[in-house]
């Protein structure tokens, strides 16, 4: 039973994937010269994702298993795209009121003369 | 459309929705693999929730700060005959990483090839590099801590809530490549031992998810912490 549930694949493909990961990482590594900016961040993820699906869908052999697994399993995270969205949101809430109330110097106000 | 007596192919075996949809309504098992891989895809799933927590933490305290965040190709760089090359060693802790996850990929298929001696001779290996990941690990850290005084709650560089990040995720992280190490030493010992010659090499591939997730993690660890 074993050999008709495993997963068995010519050697060439993983040595395939293993170099293509290889110049994946270069070229990842590589983007730390370039300036901090859009194109970097495109390309920091861009590099990122690649890796990522030819581990998940070849290393971990999630192209051959079947829609009921990889819908469990590749489904659910998505959710988590909705508390990335909304810890953005409220960190940029977080910085501007730490701006507001702790690095700029106070304006005298109402409060002030109170003392 | 071969049944097998075993396991009962459920539903309808045409590829696409309705096999998904099949395989969920069968009044049977959902997922036509063995339940130890299963189990182990869902405890990743669950892993997978706890890592992108710290790095969505980690995201809004960065956000968040009005201080400069400590340039991590400067704080992680070294300096190798005199000169100063950047994130030198997270560079090779990725290499090292990848290249375990290759040895892993081999003892997989050479496991379900019956080929028990290379299979837990390719697991030791990826053990070993698991170890040496670790050890360089062992070793940025006593350098950050020792050398340039990051600590979790503030840092001669820049914003405080680096340290806590940086420790949370890559200890976290750490503390998973180690358990990975023993999880690999043992399967691999019992391997070599013919434990499961009756039962099937399916342990091997199980052992090696669990291997390639930590890799996975380690993917987008770099992307998010090192180079952003």
């Given at each position: 039973m074993s050999e008709a549930t495993g997963q068995q694949h010519p050697l060439k493909l993983y040595f395939v994937i293993w170099g293509l990961l290889f110049a994946l990482s270069t070229a990842s590594y590589a983007t730390d010269f370039l300036e901090h900016g859009y194109f970097?961040?495109?390309?920091?993820?861009t590099f990122m994702f690649l890796k990522a699906g030819f581990i998940i869908a070849i290393f971990m052999h999630m192209k051959w298993e079947r829609l009921a697994l990889i819908w469990a399993i590749l489904g659910p995270p998505a959710v988590l795209?909705?508390?990335?969205?909304?810890?953005?949101?409220?960190?940029d809430y977080t910085e501007l009121t730490r701006r507001d109330f702790f690095s700029a110097p106070l304006a005298p106000t109402g409060h002030a003369e109170a003392h | 459309m071969a049944h097998s007596e075993t396991v009962p192919a459920a539903g309808s075996n045409e590829p696409g929705w309705q096999e998904l949809v099949g395989?969920?309504?069968?009044d049977k098992q959902t997922f036509q693999v063995?339940?130890?891989?299963?189990?182990?895809?869902?405890?990743?799933?669950?892993?997978?929730?706890?890592?992108?927590?710290?790095?969505?933490?980690y995201m809004n305290v960065r956000i968040s700060t009005p201080v400069e965040w400590p340039n991590p190709s400067v704080v992680f760089g070294l300096e190798v005959f005199g000169f100063n090359v950047p994130l030198l060693l997270i560079g090779i802790m990725t290499f090292v990483l990848i290249t375990s996850s290759g040895t892993m990929a081999l003892a997989v298929n050479f496991g379900y090839r019956r080929d028990r001696g290379r299979a837990a001779a390719l697991m030791f290996i990826t053990a070993a590099f698991g170890a040496i990941f670790v050890g360089m690990q062992a070793f940025e850290w006593s350098k950050l801590i020792i050398e340039e005084g990051i600590r979790p709650w503030g840092n001669p560089m820049g914003a405080s809530q680096f340290g806590a990040s940086f420790f949370m995720i890559t200890g976290f992280h750490g503390l998973h490549v180690s358990a990975g190490v023993a999880y690999l030493t043992i399967v691999a010992m019992?391997?070599?031992?013919?434990?499961?010659?009756?039962?099937?090499?399916?342990?091997?591939?199980?052992?090696?998810?669990?291997?390639?997730?930590?890799?996975?993690?380690?993917?987008?660890?770099?992307?998010?912490?090192?180079l952003w």
């Open positions: 970097r961040w495109f390309l920091i993820l795209l909705v508390l990335i969205g909304l810890m953005a949101v409220e960190g | 395989d969920w309504s069968a063995p339940w130890g891989k299963a189990m182990m895809w869902i405890f990743l799933l669950s892993d997978t929730f706890i890592f992108s927590c710290f790095l969505t933490g019992k391997v070599l031992r013919g434990d499961y010659e009756k039962k099937g090499y399916e342990i091997v591939e199980i052992t090696g998810l669990y291997w390639h997730f930590v890799d996975l993690v380690w993917v987008f660890i770099f992307a998010f912490f090192y």
